[in-house]
């Protein structure tokens, strides 16, 4: 039986397979979303995999350590991403259901709160419609009459998607990594030195000393990708501060939880949210990038400016909730590439490298897909798809896909 939050750990002095010096057929470094999935894929696919974090699987450090994510189908007419989605959604409830973890997947429906001319929405309709997701558009005052908590202001239209909704971040991802070790993987809490050298890489080493051989190795290390390979990717990944606020209900009201509160987005003004769970508080975040940070020394803090412009919107949107109270928050970060599109494709100079991330604030819900793709490529040796492709990181930032 597999705890509910704490990883098998194999600690310093505590690795026998990685201490004989034993070789892997893939070492995953970094056990946030996408390292954990692509392990799971791996894993399962029959090959032998160490999967390697320095601070523990969806860490508070993390980009994925957050307490949720939103899952959405729709991505204006990025199709790639909605079909990504689709997939993912299916992959994340086998596996939650395979782990006896259902909840953390709660369908609450995702509400697009559109402007009279948004092309964003419209596409997403076009791009639903075509690709056969469940959802509807809904006019202004059937959004009033469904969702009368909100005052909807200059919002003119919706698009509901029922079957969408939000996963309990770092829980899932602990179950993911968790289900990787169930399958046989290895996992080793340590923090990796950056590779060297060019052609094959045999071996990685730890801050420890200890080196892990492999085949193939996957460095999925999120916002320390810069770190890692700063001449490589130094420039084109920029990890944000975000922050992240939960607003404290009013005592049995019930209208800010689902199923009568959907997660809403609001692309115009930025910010989106996740109804109150588990009495964890009503969720608001602004989507817009912040300043750099540094994810190991970054004091997560919320700053003061941030906290009233939630408060103001929140006051203004859900009218109701004017004076609630911030019970809790977050300070995470982004590790957004130029535009938006994920990084997946071998290292340049490292032929047996995979660099893996550039989440870029959407990324969470992709995780299954993206561990899927990575996990395919490294079987059949084909090329990335180019939006992939390190060639299409560019060093100034031109946001494209939300
Ligand atoms: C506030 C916020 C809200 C978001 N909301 C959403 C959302 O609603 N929906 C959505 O789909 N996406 C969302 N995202 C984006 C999504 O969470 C991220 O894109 C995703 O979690 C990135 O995962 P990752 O595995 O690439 O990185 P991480 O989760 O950061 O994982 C990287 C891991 O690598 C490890 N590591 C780093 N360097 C080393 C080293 N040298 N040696 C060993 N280990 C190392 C770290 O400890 C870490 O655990 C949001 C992000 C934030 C910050």
Same mark, same amino acid.
């Given at each position: 039986?597999?705890?509910?939050? !704490? ?88 596996? !939650? ?15 697009? !709160? ?6 964003? &929405? ?33 919002? &003119? ?54 080196? *892990? ?10 916002? $320390? ?13 920029? =990890? ?7 607003? #404290? ?14 997660? $809403? ?12 769970? &588990?009495?964890?508080?009503?969720? *608001? ?85 993206? #561990? ?10 084909? =090329? ?19």
């Amino acid at each position: 039986m597999l705890g509910t939050t !704490l990883m098998p750990r194999r600690g310093r002095g505590q690795a026998p397979a990685v201490a004989r010096g034993a070789t892997f057929d893939v070492a995953v470094v970094g056990a946030g979303v996408f390292g954990s999935w692509t392990a799971y894929h791996l894993q399962r696919g029959g090959r032998r995999v160490a999967l390697i974090d320095a601070y523990g699987p969806a860490n508070a450090r993390g980009s994925s350590g957050g307490q949720s994510r939103v899952i959405r189908m729709g991505y204006g007419d990025q199709e790639i991403y909605t079909r990504w989605s689709m997939r993912s959604l299916e992959l994340w409830k086998a596996l !939650l259901g395979q782990a006896a973890r259902p909840t953390q997947f709660q369908a609450a429906g995702v509400l697009w !709160l559109a402007r009279e001319q948004d092309s964003l &929405a419209t596409k997403t309709l076009e791009t639903l419609g075509r690709l056969g997701v469940r959802h509807e558009r809904l006019e202004r005052h059937q959004l009033a009459a469904r969702w009368p908590q909100i005052d909807l202001g200059p919002i &003119a239209w919706g698009i509901h998607e029922p079957d969408s909704g939000f996963l309990m971040a770092f829980h899932v991802v602990q179950t993911v990594a968790q289900m990787a070790v169930a399958e046989g993987a290895v996992y080793l809490q340590e923090g990796v030195r950056p590779p060297s050298g060019r052609g094959e890489l045999a071996t990685l080493t730890t801050h420890s000393g200890r080196t *892990v051989s492999a085949r193939t190795f996957v460095l999925a290390c999120g916002p $320390w990708l810069p770190k890692l390979l700063p001449d490589l990717l130094g420039e084109r990944i920029f =990890p944000t501060r975000q922050e992240v606020f939960y607003f #404290g209900v009013p005592a049995g009201d019930e209208r800010f939880q689902s199923p009568a509160m959907p997660v $809403w987005v609001d692309f115009a003004e930025e910010i989106y949210g996740i109804p109150d769970f &588990a009495g964890r508080g009503f969720k *608001v975040a602004p989507d817009r990038h912040g300043p750099p940070i540094d994810p190991d020394s970054l004091e997560r803090v919320p700053s003061a400016e941030t906290m009233a412009l939630v408060h103001e919107f929140v006051g203004r949107r859900f009218p109701a909730l004017k004076n609630a109270p911030i019970v809790a928050s977050e300070v995470c970060q982004y590790e957004n590439t130029s535009n938006g599109d994920f990084l997946i494709d071998r290292h340049p100079e490292l032929s047996n490298v995979w660099l893996v991330g550039g989440g870029s604030g959407h990324g969470f819900k992709h995780g299954p897909a993206v #561990g899927e793709y990575v996990a395919a490529r490294i079987a059949d040796g084909k =090329p990335v798809e180019a939006k992939f492709s390190l060639a299409t990181k560019a060093k100034v930032q031109k946001r494209a896909v939300f």
